[in-house]
T-cell receptor, first 113, second 114 residues
Framework: NAGVTQTPKFQVLKTGQSMTLQCAQD?????MYWYRQDPGMGLRLIYY???????DKGEVPNGYNVSRLNKREFSLRLESAAPSQTSVYFC????????????FGDGTRLSIL | DQQVKQNSPSLSVQEGRISILNCDYT??????FLWYKKYPAEGPTFLIS?????DKNEDGRFTVFLNKSAKHLSLHIVPSQPGDSAVYFC?????????????FGKGTLLTVNP
């Protein structure tokens, strides 16, 4: 029972490089989310996908793009990485669309030099 | 503008005693509240939730209280155990639908001392 799987777990990039963070869930959930967590901050929503085929911006979308590849997979792309994007990135999923807990992956720790 | 506030970055309690973690919110549209627990190098895991139609929800050692007039909720852990040591995030959402999103507080690091 994998739940939400994120790859890779760790990555170091140089400024200007591009990277795609992968997320897959096996719970047949409809909605998926990308968050970032920085020291002393809560989780901030980057992008979300309420259902397959739709994506919307969250609180901090600048510098990121997303793709909802199918119902299971939701990827996050950094086209030109910047040091300010050094963070821990979490993917989450949700079966329905309201008043339910989101299920989180274990995160991708990304450092940009 | 921080809509969900956890004003205590850290809390230390003795094993067996009560832990009380607090959370305040400013958005009166929030109607569902959750607590997540997070260990280092892991993702947040859901702990307990409460709907705005209730003022208390209990699950084993964990109880969440909601005071809507004060826009305040708290998580009580009784008795506290060393394994409860983690960061606790309060989260809130407004009415569901296709825009269902959670807004998180900054977290409180709970340390339970043996």
């Amino acid at each position: 029972n994998a739940g939400v799987t994120q790859t890779p777990k760790f990555q170091v990039l140089k400024t200007g490089q591009s990277m795609t963070l992968q997320c897959a869930q096996d719970m047949n959930h409809n909605s998926m989310y990308w968050y970032r967590q920085d020291p002393g901050m809560g989780l901030r929503l980057i992008y979300y996908s309420a259902s397959e085929g739709t994506t919307d911006k969250g609180e901090v979308p600048n510098g990121y793009n997303v793709s909802r590849l199918n119902k299971r997979e939701f990827s996050l792309r950094l086209e030109s990485a910047a040091p300010s994007q050094t963070s821990v990135y979490f993917c989450a999923s949700l079966w329905g669309q309201s008043n339910q807990p989101q299920h989180f992956g274990d995160g991708t720790r990304l450092s940009i030099l | 503008d921080q809509q969900v506030k956890q004003n205590s970055p850290s809390l230390s309690v003795q094993e067996g005693r009560i832990s009380i973690l607090n959370c305040d919110y400013t958005n009166s549209m929030f109607d569902y509240f959750l607590w997540y627990k997070k260990y280092p190098a892991e993702g947040p895991t859901f702990l307990i939730s409460i709907s705005s139609i209730k003022d208390k929800n209990e699950d084993g050692r964990f109880t969440v209280f909601l005071n809507k007039s004060a826009k305040h909720l708290s998580l009580h852990i009784v008795p506290s155990q060393p394994g409860d040591s983690a960061v606790y995030f309060c989260a809130a959402s407004a009415e569901g639908g296709s825009n269902y999103k959670l807004t998180f507080g900054k977290g409180t690091l709970l340390t339970v001392n043996p």
